[in-house]
C-alpha cells in the first residue's frame, strides 16, 4: 500500500507541474499580446503602387506622400495614419460626386495589406521563432496544464469541482480579464486588422505549407487560432467527461469536422484551382452564400464549383431539415458545426454561466427568430440582386428594391450579425454570458432547426423522474439555460427547440436519469403534454 506521504508529495509535484503549464501558457499569451508593438513598418511608393488598385494609387499616391517618409513601430500607429488619409480623399470624392474615383474597399482592408508588406519588425524576420514563442508555448503549457487534471482530479465522472468558487469561472476578476481579451481581439480582428499585422505574419510558416509565400490574411490566422482552441479544448473535453461514450465521439467527431472541413479543406482545395469552401456551412449560418461574388465564384469554378453551389442549396433546404427530422439539431450544432465546437470546447467551463431565468427564455424566442426573419429578408434582397447581376453583370451595386437597397442590407447584416453578434458577443463573451450566446440568442440556422425540432423530430430527452434526486446538476450545466431538473422532477420528457443535444445534462446526472433519444413521433412529450411557456410561466400543455 502506498505511504500517505508519497501520495501527498506526489500530488504536490503534480500541482508544481501543473501550475508550470500555467505559467508557460501565460508566457505564450503574453508574447502573442506584445506582438503588435514589435514592428517596423515604413510603407515606400513602390509598396503602395504594389498593393493598391490603379484608381486608389492614382486617388493616394500624393496624399500619402508625407506618411511614408515615416517609419512606424506599430501597425496603429500606420493605420490610424493612413485611414485619415484615404477618408479625407474618399470624402472630397463623394463631396465632388466624383463616383466613379470612390474607393469602396474598407480603408481597413487596404491599411492591412500595406502593413503586411512593409513589415520589416523582429516578428516579421523571424516568423518561425515568434510561431513559436506563442502558438507552441500556449498549446504546449495547455497540454501540461489539461493532463496534469488526469492524476489531480482522480477517477472519470463529474464532480462538484467548485466553479462557483473559482474568479475564472464565476465572473470573478480572472473570468473578467479572459472576457477583456477576447473582447479586444474581436474588435481589432474585424474593424481594425492592420493593428495585428505582426500577429497574422507569425503564421506565415504554417500559411507556407499550403501555398509557399503566400501573405496569410487575417482569416487564416483566425482558422489557425480556432482550429488549436479546439483540439487542444477537445482534449480537455474528452479527458473531463471520459466516463461518458457520447461525449468522447461527439468531441472527436465535431472536433474533425473543424480540422477538416472549416481548416484544411479551405486551404487545400485552392491549391488545386478550386474554390476553399467550408462544405458544412449552411445558410442562413453562411449568410453570404446568395451574394453576387460568392454564386459569380462558385459558377466560374467548373465542375466542382457548381457541385458546391448546389450542395449548398440542398444541404439547407433537403439534408438540414431531413436530419432534424431524424436526431433533432443535435446533429449540426453538437456534432458538426463550428461555433457550436468551440463553445463545447473553449466554452465548457463557461456553461454554468447561461441564464436559467424565464426572462431570459422570453427573451431567447424574440431574439433567435428575428434574427431568422432578418436573414431570409436579407436573403431574399441579395437573391434578387444577384439574379439581375447575372441578367445585367454591368448592374450597380446600389441597387433600390422596395426602396431599399440591397448592398446597404447586407452590410449592416453582416456588420450586425456576422461580426457583433456572432463574433464578438458569441465568443468575446463566454465569460459573461456562457458558451452558447450565440446559438440560443442569435443563430438563424438554430432558429430554423429548433422550429423543426420542435414540431416535426423524433428527438427528445427522456427522463425517469422516479431516480431523480433533484441534485439540478443538469440545469447547473445545460448551455442553453434550459431547466432539466424541473422536467426531471415531473418525469416530462424534454422537447425544446432550443436543446442542442449537447448530452451534457445527462452526462452530469449521478442517476442516470436522463437520455438522448430518436423514437416514433407519437407520444415525445411523454404523459402529460409539453411544458411550454405560458402566461404564468412553466406550465403543462395538454396532448
Ligand atoms: S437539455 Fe441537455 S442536451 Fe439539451 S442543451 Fe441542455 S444540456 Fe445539452
Ligand atoms: S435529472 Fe439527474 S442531474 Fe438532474 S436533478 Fe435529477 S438527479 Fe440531478
Same mark, same amino acid.
Given at each position: 500500500?502506498?505511504?500517505?506521504?508519497?501520495?501527498?508529495?506526489?500530488?504536490?509535484?503534480?500541482?508544481?507541474?501543473?501550475?508550470?503549464?500555467?505559467?508557460?501558457?501565460?508566457?505564450?499569451?503574453?508574447?502573442?499580446?506584445?506582438?503588435?508593438?514589435?514592428?517596423?513598418?515604413?510603407?515606400?511608393?513602390?509598396?503602395?503602387?504594389?498593393?493598391?488598385?490603379?484608381?486608389?494609387?492614382a486617388n493616394l499616391k500624393e496624399?500619402?506622400?508625407?506618411?511614408?517618409?515615416?517609419?512606424?513601430?506599430?501597425?496603429?500607429?500606420?493605420?490610424?495614419?493612413?485611414?485619415?488619409?484615404?477618408?479625407?480623399?474618399?470624402?472630397?470624392?463623394?463631396?465632388?460626386?466624383?463616383?466613379?474615383?470612390?474607393?469602396?474597399?474598407?480603408?481597413?482592408?487596404?491599411?492591412?495589406?500595406?502593413?503586411?508588406?512593409?513589415?520589416?519588425?523582429?516578428?516579421?524576420?523571424?516568423?518561425?521563432?515568434?510561431?513559436?514563442?506563442?502558438?507552441?508555448?500556449?498549446? #504546449?503549457?495547455? =497540454?501540461? !496544464?489539461?493532463? &496534469?487534471? @488526469?492524476?489531480?482530479?482522480?477517477?472519470?465522472? *463529474? /464532480?462538484?469541482?467548485?466553479?462557483?468558487?473559482?474568479?475564472?469561472?464565476?465572473?470573478?476578476?480572472?473570468?473578467?480579464?479572459?472576457?477583456?481579451?477576447?473582447?479586444?481581439?474581436?474588435?481589432?480582428?474585424?474593424?481594425?486588422?492592420?493593428?495585428?499585422?505582426?500577429?497574422?505574419?507569425?503564421?506565415?510558416?504554417?500559411?507556407?505549407?499550403?501555398?509557399?509565400?503566400?501573405?496569410?490574411?487575417?482569416?487564416? #490566422?483566425?482558422? =489557425?487560432? !480556432?482550429?488549436? &482552441?479546439? @483540439?487542444?479544448?477537445?482534449?480537455?473535453?474528452? *479527458? /473531463?467527461?471520459?466516463?461518458?461514450?457520447?461525449?468522447?465521439?461527439?468531441?472527436?467527431?465535431?472536433?474533425?469536422?473543424?480540422?477538416?472541413?472549416?481548416?484544411?479543406?479551405?486551404?487545400?482545395?485552392?491549391?488545386?484551382?478550386?474554390?476553399?469552401?467550408?462544405?458544412?456551412?449552411?445558410?442562413?449560418?453562411?449568410?453570404?452564400?446568395?451574394?453576387?461574388?460568392?454564386?459569380?465564384?462558385?459558377?466560374?469554378?467548373?465542375?466542382?464549383?457548381?457541385?458546391?453551389?448546389?450542395?449548398?442549396?440542398?444541404?439547407?433546404?433537403?439534408?438540414?431539415?431531413?436530419?432534424?427530422?431524424?436526431?433533432?439539431?443535435?446533429?449540426?450544432?453538437?456534432?458538426?458545426?463550428?461555433?457550436?465546437?468551440?463553445?463545447?470546447?473553449?466554452?465548457?467551463?463557461?456553461?454554468?454561466?447561461?441564464?436559467?431565468?424565464?426572462?431570459?427564455?422570453?427573451?431567447?424566442?424574440?431574439?433567435?427568430?428575428?434574427?431568422?426573419?432578418?436573414?431570409?429578408?436579407?436573403?431574399?434582397?441579395?437573391?434578387?440582386?444577384?439574379?439581375?447581376?447575372?441578367?445585367?453583370?454591368?448592374?450597380?451595386?446600389?441597387?433600390?428594391?422596395?426602396?431599399?437597397?440591397?448592398?446597404?442590407?447586407?452590410?449592416?447584416?453582416?456588420?450586425?450579425?456576422?461580426?457583433?453578434?456572432?463574433?464578438?458577443?458569441?465568443?468575446?463573451?463566454?465569460?459573461?454570458?456562457?458558451?452558447?450566446?450565440w446559438c440560443r440568442f442569435g443563430?438563424?440556422?438554430?432558429?430554423?432547426?429548433?422550429?423543426?425540432?420542435?414540431?416535426?423530430?423524433?428527438?427528445?430527452?427522456?427522463?425517469?423522474?422516479?431516480?431523480?434526486?433533484?441534485?439540478?446538476?443538469?440545469?447547473?450545466?445545460?448551455?442553453?439555460?434550459?431547466?432539466?431538473r424541473a422536467y426531471a422532477q415531473?418525469?416530462?420528457?424534454?422537447?425544446?427547440?432550443?436543446?442542442?443535444?449537447?448530452?451534457?445534462?445527462?452526462?452530469?446526472?449521478?442517476?442516470?436519469?436522463?437520455?438522448?433519444?430518436?423514437?416514433?413521433?407519437?407520444?415525445?412529450?411523454?404523459?402529460?403534454?409539453?411544458?411550454?411557456?405560458?402566461?404564468?410561466?412553466?406550465?403543462?400543455?395538454?396532448?
Open positions: 500500500m502506498e505511504k500517505p506521504f508519497n501520495k501527498t508529495s506526489r500530488m504536490k509535484q503534480l500541482k508544481t507541474i501543473r501550475y508550470t503549464g500555467m505559467g508557460i501558457f501565460l508566457l505564450g499569451l503574453l508574447i502573442f499580446t506584445i506582438t503588435p508593438f514589435l514592428g517596423e513598418i515604413q510603407v515606400t511608393d513602390e509598396i503602395i503602387n504594389a498593393n493598391l488598385s490603379e484608381n486608389e494609387y496624399p500619402l506622400a508625407e506618411i511614408s517618409k515615416q517609419t512606424y513601430n506599430t501597425g496603429a500607429g500606420f493605420g490610424s495614419d493612413f485611414k485619415r488619409v484615404f477618408n479625407e480623399v474618399n470624402e472630397r470624392l463623394k463631396a465632388n460626386e466624383e463616383w466613379g474615383k470612390v474607393m469602396w474597399t474598407p480603408s481597413s482592408d487596404t491599411a492591412l495589406k500595406l502593413v503586411m508588406s512593409a513589415n520589416k519588425g523582429v516578428v516579421a524576420s523571424n516568423q518561425l521563432l515568434f510561431f513559436l514563442l506563442t502558438f507552441g508555448l500556449c498549446i #504546449l503549457g495547455s =497540454l501540461v !496544464y489539461i493532463l &496534469t487534471d @488526469l492524476k489531480i482530479k482522480g477517477p472519470p465522472g *463529474i /464532480k462538484n469541482d467548485g466553479i462557483y468558487h473559482d474568479s475564472a469561472t464565476n465572473r470573478g476578476w480572472v473570468g473578467m480579464l479572459a472576457f477583456g481579451w477576447l473582447f479586444f481581439f474581436y474588435i481589432i480582428l474585424y474593424f481594425y486588422p492592420y493593428i495585428i499585422a505582426d500577429t497574422i505574419t507569425l503564421t506565415q510558416p504554417i500559411k507556407s505549407w499550403f501555398v509557399e509565400d503566400e501573405v496569410p490574411s487575417k482569416w487564416f #490566422l483566425y482558422g =489557425l487560432m !480556432y482550429t488549436v &482552441t479546439m @483540439l487542444v479544448m477537445g482534449v480537455r473535453m474528452i *479527458i /473531463k467527461y471520459r466516463h461518458n461514450k457520447y461525449q468522447i465521439v461527439r468531441t472527436i467527431t465535431v472536433v474533425l469536422f473543424q480540422l477538416i472541413f472549416a481548416f484544411l479543406l479551405v486551404e487545400i482545395l485552392p491549391t488545386f484551382g478550386l474554390p476553399g469552401k467550408d462544405l458544412k456551412n449552411a445558410w442562413p449560418l453562411d449568410y453570404q452564400f446568395l451574394f453576387d461574388w460568392n454564386v459569380q465564384d462558385l459558377l466560374a469554378n467548373g465542375q466542382f464549383g457548381k457541385f458546391v453551389f448546389v450542395w449548398g442549396i440542398s444541404l439547407s433546404v433537403i439534408v438540414v431539415p431531413v436530419m432534424v427530422y431524424f436526431y433533432g439539431k443535435r446533429w449540426y450544432c453538437s456534432w458538426v458545426c463550428g461555433c457550436g465546437g468551440l463553445a463545447e470546447t473553449l466554452g465548457d467551463p463557461y456553461r454554468q454561466l447561461s441564464s436559467k431565468k424565464m426572462w431570459s427564455w422570453k427573451l431567447e424566442r424574440w431574439m433567435i427568430h428575428l434574427v431568422l426573419v432578418f436573414a431570409v429578408l436579407m436573403t431574399v434582397f441579395v437573391g434578387y440582386h444577384t439574379w439581375n447581376v447575372f441578367q445585367n453583370p454591368e448592374m450597380e451595386n446600389k441597387e433600390i428594391l422596395f426602396g431599399f437597397s440591397a448592398y446597404d442590407i447586407r452590410n449592416y447584416y453582416s456588420f450586425l450579425i456576422g461580426s457583433v453578434f456572432a463574433g464578438v458577443i458569441g465568443t468575446g463573451f463566454y465569460p459573461i454570458l456562457g458558451n452558447r450566446a443563430c438563424p440556422l438554430a432558429a430554423y432547426m429548433g422550429i423543426v425540432q420542435r414540431f416535426k423530430s423524433r428527438f427528445r430527452i427522456t427522463t425517469n423522474g422516479g431516480q431523480c434526486i433533484s441534485c439540478g446538476n443538469c440545469s447547473t450545466y445545460c448551455e442553453q439555460g434550459i431547466d432539466v415531473k418525469g416530462q420528457n424534454i422537447v425544446r427547440a432550443s436543446c442542442v443535444g449537447c448530452g451534457v445534462c445527462s452526462a452530469v446526472c449521478p442517476r442516470g436519469v436522463l437520455k438522448l433519444e430518436n423514437g416514433p413521433e407519437d407520444g415525445r412529450f411523454g404523459n402529460e403534454g409539453p411544458i411550454v411557456l405560458g402566461n404564468q410561466g412553466f406550465e403543462l400543455k395538454d396532448n
